[in-house]
């Protein structure tokens, strides 16, 4: 293995105090880094990603064939559409969490 | 060999030579020591949010996703459009699980899911089960990305029974192996970019011009049956084709990153904030991928299946000869050599990494576990190298004398098994709550009711759950991963109790999954 990097294989020791000088909220065990400013803790932005799910999740929101746009049925343009919106949703949630 | 298309057939291989070169100059590309297993296997974490961008996308969208939902959409209809909101669904989890994974992996150079869940858990019978779901979920992959190749073969003319008609597809394979054997990952890196240019000048030509020919999307709609046109509105009492359909674009979204090969894509970016900025970027790929399905309306506007010159393509290929025979159809013999190139040099790019996965796994998570736990480095990236290549010959040696019709049962089965190592692998990143024992309780159980549903309704994705009076048609993936939730929820406070150690064993800190 290259210098500095650690051996994954050897005997792992028991983790003690890691929580550092972050606020952190224990759950029985399910600890989550509430400091958004930190990447990878919780931003209420991501529950914007809820939006794209709900919107292609649910077939009978668009299983029709009107309105159409240039002949295409609503079925397949609105879930194009829906391609370009979550690029928008997932690269706003991207600019607003970053450091 | 009367029937070949030279024209096409010439620009065809010219391109094979091209990416045959880059394959083997790729070697030098972010110069590493090629003896050390992260260097061959994960291209040395080096890649940048723009080479990232090709791999994973490399990884994704794969030879058989272009002839496969084409095909589908071609003899099913609408159905096959499940493939967009699968992709829209996707870059949630990308986002969210994969940054976090990338930050533990580089910090303690685990190279494999199986590496993760060893040090997350302790549990080298659970990291075991992860890599074994991951090995043999991935070959019948690789065995259909040859699929591709063999389809492409044949619409260029080269048909025929015996050893001449396997040649392409010998000669495909030895220079894959070849490349692959010499740059490992670095090969299919350099390649994804050329495989990407190809594939997007054939969508995005294709896409502009065979409407114009047919005369607008109104024509080419028109021309698709009405039953096919949109999902079958469910009868009374069952959830039916609704169900189905988002359970399988939710299914295939979260199975897709427990791939290895994803792992593996995503493992060789430079940093976490590489993977999301690709999270945004992706959608680029799964726009196209909406134009691909809506390829197969094109193939039955044109009419593709009643011409006598495909006849004997559709014979052999059934319903995947549908964008082959479209291309020739609808482009001079020049154009449809690059399109050909597109999609044969689409599969070599994902078989490679999936190879290259999957020799990883063997290599980390069975060999070092269990028959050397001290390799020299070079020992390491030798095994990965042989294993790699081992795995490319059998998916070679399948596709050659297995019917096509067993790969695809496989991938089915292989998708409901690679879901059951969610628990672990993606939850495992956010919390240690889980007992090990538990986890592999739930993934055997997982693994084995999935098999069970899915030999139930003869090998096909969905499942029609019945629950009182009411029936849930659904996929069978999706199904099962709860069923191994909620049994790793319920059993890891039993086993907790039952158990003598009062620590989890971990050999992470949560700090190592930030940035």
New interface residues.
């Given amino acids: 293995?290259?210098p500095g990097?650690?051996?994954?294989?050897k005997s792992?020791?028991?983790?003690g105090s890691?929580?550092?000088g972050r606020r952190?909220h224990d759950w029985?065990?399910?600890?989550?880094?509430t400091s958004p400013t930190?990447?990878?803790?919780w931003s209420w932005w991501?529950l914007l990603?809820v939006v794209?799910?709900v919107a292609?999740?649910?077939?009978?929101f668009y299983?029709?064939?009107e309105p159409?746009w240039?002949?295409?049925?609503f079925?397949?343009w609105y879930?194009?559409l829906?391609?370009?919106i979550?690029?928008v949703i997932?690269?706003a949630?991207?600019l607003a969490t970053?450091d | 060999m009367q029937d070949v298309n030279w024209t096409a057939l010439i620009i065809f291989a010219l391109l094979f030579g091209l990416i045959t070169w880059l394959g083997f100059a790729a070697a030098h590309w972010r110069k590493g020591d090629l003896d050390l297993l992260h260097e061959w296997g994960l291209g040395g974490r080096r890649f940048g949010t723009v080479v990232t961008w090709f791999l994973v996308g490399g990884d994704v969208y794969t030879a058989y996703t272009f002839i496969a939902v084409p095909a589908l959409a071609f003899g099913a209809g609408a159905v096959a459009f499940f493939a967009v909101p699968y992709t829209i669904v996707i870059y949630p989890f990308l986002f969210l699980v994969f940054p976090r994974l990338w930050n533990v992996c580089r910090k303690h150079g685990y190279i494999t899911s199986g590496d993760f869940v060893r040090g997350r858990f302790g549990n080298r019978w659970l990291a075991l089960a992860i890599a074994i779901t991951g090995i043999v979920a991935t070959m019948p992959y690789i065995a259909l990305q040859l699929v591709g190749i063999q389809v492409v073969v044949g619409a260029l003319g080269i048909s025929g029974t015996g050893f001449a008609a396997d040649l392409p597809l010998i000669i495909a394979f030895a220079v894959l192996a070849a490349f692959t054997y010499s740059s490992g990952l670095r090969a299919p890196a350099s390649i994804a970019i050329v495989k990407d240019i190809l594939i997007y000048i054939t969508a995005f030509t294709a896409i502009i011009v065979i409407p114009i020919q047919l005369g607008g999307f109104g024509k080419i709609f028109a021309a698709v049956p009405p039953q096919k046109l949109l999902l079958a509105v469910p009868g009374p009492n069952t959830t039916g084709a609704y169900g189905s359909y988002a359970t399988l674009a939710l299914g295939s979204a979260l199975a897709l990153f427990l791939y290895p090969h994803s792992l593996t894509g995503i493992l060789s970016a430079s940093s976490s904030h590489a993977i999301r900025r690709n999270a945004a970027m992706l959608p680029g790929y799964s726009f196209m991928l909406g134009l691909l399905a809506l390829f197969g309306f094109f193939a039955i506007a044109a009419g593709v299946a009643n011409l006598p010159q495909y006849a004997v393509g559709f014979k052999q290929f059934g319903n995947n000869f549908a964008v082959p025979a479209l291309l020739l159809h609808s482009f001079p013999s020049w154009f449809v050599g690059i399109a050909f190139a597109a999609i044969g040099i689409g599969a070599l790019v994902p078989a490679a990494i999936m190879s290259i996965a999957a020799a990883n796994l063997y290599t980390r998570n069975i060999h070092r576990e269990f028959i050397n736990q001290n390799p020299t480095d070079r020992q390491e990236s030798q095994m990965a190298k042989w294993a790699s290549l081992i795995v490319k010959l059998g998916a070679l040696v399948f596709i050659l004398f297995v019917p096509t019709q067993y790969a695809i049962q496989l991938q089915l089965l292989g998708g409901i098994w690679i879901i059951q190592t969610l628990p672990s692998v993606m939850l495992g990143v956010y919390s240690r709550w889980f007992n090990d024992w538990a986890l592999l309780l739930g993934w055997a159980a997982g693994i084995f009711a999935g098999t069970a549903m899915a030999v139930a309704v003869n090998l096909k994705p969905a499942y029609p759950l019945a629950l009182g009076g009411y029936t849930f048609p659904g996929y069978i993936a999706v199904y099962t991963v709860i069923l191994n939730l909620v049994l790793v929820v319920v059993l890891t406070p039993l086993f907790n109790a039952l158990s003598a150690r009062r620590l989890p064993v971990d050999q992470t800190a949560e700090a190592d999954y930030f940035a």
């Fill in positions: 293995m290259p990097t650690p051996d994954p294989f792992p020791a028991p983790s890691l929580w550092g952190t029985g065990g399910l600890a989550i880094n930190k990447r990878g803790g991501y990603f794209q799910f292609v999740l649910w077939p009978p299983n029709s064939v159409r240039i002949g295409i049925p079925f397949y879930q194009m829906w391609v370009v979550s690029a997932t690269a949630i991207y970053a």
